[in-house]
């Protein structure tokens, strides 16, 4: 299975201040790929995957998404972003709109599709993640994992070929981590490019091709779940999972 | 229900010895200064008659009819008389975008918007300066009254706000320079009292202006009290703007909204929501420090009710406090107007957005 990769990320560093937060970080993803990336918190999965959208710049190395590199030029970052969506720990829904509002604002001001059109697709994403009858609820009326799920849809209108998500699960109860989860499945199945930091190791060993260990800023491990999970080679990943699987 | 209101009383006024002291005390007070004011400005008061023999005369209470008399001049100043149409007919347009704005169902916000703060101004300017071939001109000099107090008030309402949106949001950019200017512009109007400003305008600004750049007295007071404002303006927009959590923008630029665009329909709506109370506050205080442009020769409302309070055909003991009074009412219906308007406005939005 050789695909071209459509994220390519090699020997990037990053400081935040005179904190190195990636250390020579190289990782390159095909397309249709599924990575999940985990390690222990502030080991910099958070700002490896905000460098690939831009919201953190890398000081040093290359990164190119989809055959664009993305330096200062803003026009290559909006162009980038556009084929990248994005999922947060926090959800980050626009309070002040409805969910429809949510799901069509990018389309009709980034994409310039005409309102009917971005409600159509935000209503069939929306459907996608089993939430179409709150569509004209504010998020503030919703549940986490409903909250979660429509941060989802409004990544999905956008079309996009990649999709990152940032812990999208740890903010949520219990109870409602699987129905985010089984939308995330259901978009891996269709063949959705995806990125995500996640400590799910259920949903790593299901979809994930393989699985980053991260530490410190540096990628210590990477490989197939099977071998991930079963075989690993570095101590530093024998102590993580020791402790994740215990918990 | 009289039983309710009884125990309503006992819980709230006389719940101990303390509140009970309170309660008398501002009974004491209420009961002292009250009766006295309705009496002299309603039972006492005088309600008709012509100058000041008719409110002379002992146990008289407010002159109204010296209110009535001068209203053309509180309203207009020396303007003159067989042109005041065109006031009224300035602030019946002025009015005719402004109430379709206030009431939220009417639609197409954006094209009244444009109407209130570009058309109109203009038309206004054209039709109260009379500055256009087949009008007649009438200069600043004259202008006067409710009618200064509104073209400074309003001059610093429009302009203050998007100048203060524009200098909050310079202040907390990621551009040095930009973030530089807008702080040191925004503490050193907010560093200079409002007095000093129209000062500065009215007294020094002609001193290095060359010659030749003639600059009006009002307008000059009306570039000091715009950029004055928005500098308040500027830093209760910024208190909204860090009431906005960061995942906001983040998300934002993610779907690959632009600055302007994130800023515009995420970031502001949220942020101006926040400090709606602030804003009108800022409103309020503006529109009662116009009366400041007095010091530099402006005659503003209550300057004009000064100028009829020395006219000797009404000059009577209770004249002044007449005048005040009835100054004092009309900044009062103003000020209040727009305080009710912002607690309706907050209570609309936020039916909506549950947080
Ligand atoms: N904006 C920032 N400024 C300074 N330090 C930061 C910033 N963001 C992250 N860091 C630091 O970088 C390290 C990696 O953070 P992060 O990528 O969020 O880790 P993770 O997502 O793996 O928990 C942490 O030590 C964190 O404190
Ligand atoms: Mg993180």
Redesign the pocket.
Same mark, same amino acid.
């Given at each position: 299975m050789t695909k071209s990769p459509i994220i390519e990320i090699a020997h990037v560093d990053k400081w935040? =201040?005179d904190?190195h937060?990636l250390k020579d970080v190289s990782l390159s993803v095909a397309e249709g790929e599924r990575i999940v990336i985990a =390690?222990p /918190? &502030? /080991? &910099?999965? /958070?700002?490896?995957i905000r460098c690939i959208n831009r919201l953190e710049a890398h000081d040093k190395g290359r990164i190119a998404v989809d055959g664009i590199e993305l330096t200062e030029d803003l026009k290559r970052i909006d162009e980038v972003r556009r084929e990248v969506g994005m999922v947060f720990q926090q959800f980050n829904l626009f309070p002040h709109m409805t969910v429809l509002e949510n799901c069509t604002l990018a389309p009709i001001w980034v994409r310039k599709q005409p309102q009917e059109e971005a409600e159509a697709t935000a209503m069939r994403f929306l459907e996608r993640v089993r939430i179409p009858e709150q569509a004209l609820k504010y998020p503030g009326q919703l549940s986490g994992g409903q909250q979660q799920r429509v941060a989802i849809a409004r990544a999905l209108c956008m079309n996009p070929k990649i999709m990152l998500f940032?812990e999208p699960t740890s903010a949520l109860d219990p109870e409602m981590i699987k129905e985010v989860l089984d939308v995330m499945v259901g978009l891996a199945n269709d063949g959705m490019t995806m990125i995500c930091?996640t400590h799910e190791m259920g949903f790593a060993r299901e979809v994930a091709d393989r699985v980053v260990f991260?530490d410190q800023?540096e990628i210590v491990e990477e490989a197939p779940p099977a071998e991930f999970f079963t075989s690993p080679k570095s101590e530093r990943t024998k102590a993580f999972l020791a402790q994740i699987l215990r918990g | 229900m009289v039983t309710t209101s009884i125990k309503w009383l006992r819980r709230n006024l006389f719940s101990n010895w303390w509140n009970t002291g309170l309660t008398v005390l501002v009974l004491y007070v209420l009961w002292s200064a009250v009766p006295p004011f309705i009496d002299w400005a309603f039972v006492s008061a005088v309600w008709h008659g012509e100058g000041r023999a008719a409110c002379l005369g002992p146990g008289k209470g407010a002159c109204w009819p010296f209110v009535y008399a001068n209203l053309d001049q509180f309203i207009y100043g020396r303007y003159p008389a067989e042109l005041r149409w065109r006031v009224n007919v300035a602030f019946l347009l002025g009015l005719a975008g402004l109430v379709p704005m206030l009431i939220p169902r009417v639609p197409a916000k954006f094209w009244n918007l444009g109407y209130l703060v570009i058309a109109w101004p203009m038309i206004a300017i054209v039709l109260i300066s009379g500055d256009r071939p087949g009008l007649i001109g009438v200069d600043t000099d004259l202008w006067g009254g409710l009618l200064v107090t509104l073209i400074v008030a309003i001059t610093g309402i429009v302009a203050s706000f998007p100048l203060g949106v524009l200098l909050a949001l310079g202040r907390r950019s990621e551009m040095p320079v930009i973030r530089s200017l807008s702080t040191i512009f925004i503490e050193f109007w907010r560093g200079v009292p409002l007095i000093t400003v129209l000062f500065m305008a009215s007294v020094m600004l002609p001193l290095f202006l060359p010659r030749e750049i003639h600059l009006d007295n009002l307008l000059r007071c009306l570039v000091g009290v715009a950029l004055f404002s928005s500098a308040y303006m500027a830093e209760v927009v910024r208190g909204g703007l860090q009431a906005v959590p960061r995942g906001q923008i983040e998300a934002a630029r993610a779907l690959g909204l632009s600055y302007w665009q994130t800023m515009g329909l995420v970031v502001l709506p949220q942020a101006l929501r926040h400090v709606i109370p602030g804003i009108v506050n800022t409103f309020i205080g503006l529109f009662k420090d116009t009366t400041l442009v007095l010091i530099v020769g402006l005659f503003d409302f209550l300057g004009q009710v000064r100028v009829q309070l020395s006219d000797m055909h009404w000059s009577t003991p209770q004249g002044a406090a007449t005048g005040y009074v009835f100054a004092a009412f009309v900044y009062w219906v103003f000020c209040f107007g727009m305080s009710r308007y912002s607690a309706f406005m907050e209570r609309r939005l936020n039916k909506g957005m549950v947080r």
């Open positions: 935040y =201040g904190f937060a =390690g /918190s &502030g /080991s &910099g999965k /958070s700002t490896l940032d930091v991260m800023g | -």
